[in-house]
């Protein structure tokens, strides 16, 4: 009896062993297959690499091939011209022109009709006059006293080959006597002749006066 009990429990550990080993060898197996095998055409893409000659030298270090086409020469910058600074523009020549008759109105003699129509200060044409090429005394009066709106008269006087003014702004010569009339003084100097004959220039001060008495009370 005691055999038989040996016997079985033999059995029994033999078979536990047994499943031991199947189970053992399944998940060996499992495991093998599992594993990625190598495929032919990665042996075959390796055996046919090694057969391959080395690598030719890569295009960039290849050497540039020479060309018969001419080389453009770059043209050469055109360099600015500098710009001309404009000249300065030249300031208007001038000279002043004076026109007064205060002796006239000191004067008794005076008429009363004229006195009425002269200036009461006195000054009848004061004014700045541009200068034109071969301006005299007698035209520039004479622009003077158009664009004042002053009245002008003068004559020829054959005898001295000049013009001589009788009268400016209604004041005429012998108003105020015998030596009374018209003389011009060009900065301050009377020229002693008549009053077209006389070239002003640039800066020149020319005054006409009334005199009462031939000049000099001017």
Not at 22 to 32: I, K, M
Not at 72 to 97: F, G, Y
Request: aromatic share 6%; net charge negative.
């Amino acid at each position: 009896m005691k055999n038989r009990k040996t016997r079985v429990i033999l059995i029994a550990v033999l078979a536990l062993l047994l499943v031991a080993a199947v189970t053992a060898g399944v998940t060996l197996h499992d495991r093998a297959a599992a594993q990625p095998t190598p495929s032919a055409s990665a042996n075959v893409q390796t055996a046919d690499k090694s057969r391959m000659p080395p690598s030719e030298t890569p295009e960039e270090s290849a050497e540039p091939e020479e060309s018969d086409a001419p080389t453009e020469t770059p043209a050469p910058s055109e360099t600015p011209e500098p710009t001309a600074t404009p000249a300065p523009t030249p300031e208007p020549q001038t000279v002043t022109i004076t026109i007064v008759c205060f002796n006239a109105l000191q004067s008794d003699a005076l008429p009363e009709g004229v006195r009425a129509v002269l200036p009461a200060g006195g000054v009848l044409v004061q004014r700045t006059v541009t200068l034109e090429a071969g301006d005299t005394v007698w035209t520039v009066t004479q622009r003077a006293c158009r664009e004042a709106g002053v009245s002008l008269e003068a004559n020829y006087a054959a005898a001295q080959s000049a013009v001589y003014v009788e009268g400016i702004g209604q004041l005429y010569e012998f108003d105020c006597g015998e030596g009374s009339g018209w003389i011009y003084k060009v900065n301050g100097v009377s020229p002693g002749r008549g009053c077209d004959g006389y070239e002003l220039h640039a800066g020149d001060a020319l005054v006409w006066a009334y005199t009462c008495n031939y000049g000099n009370d001017v």
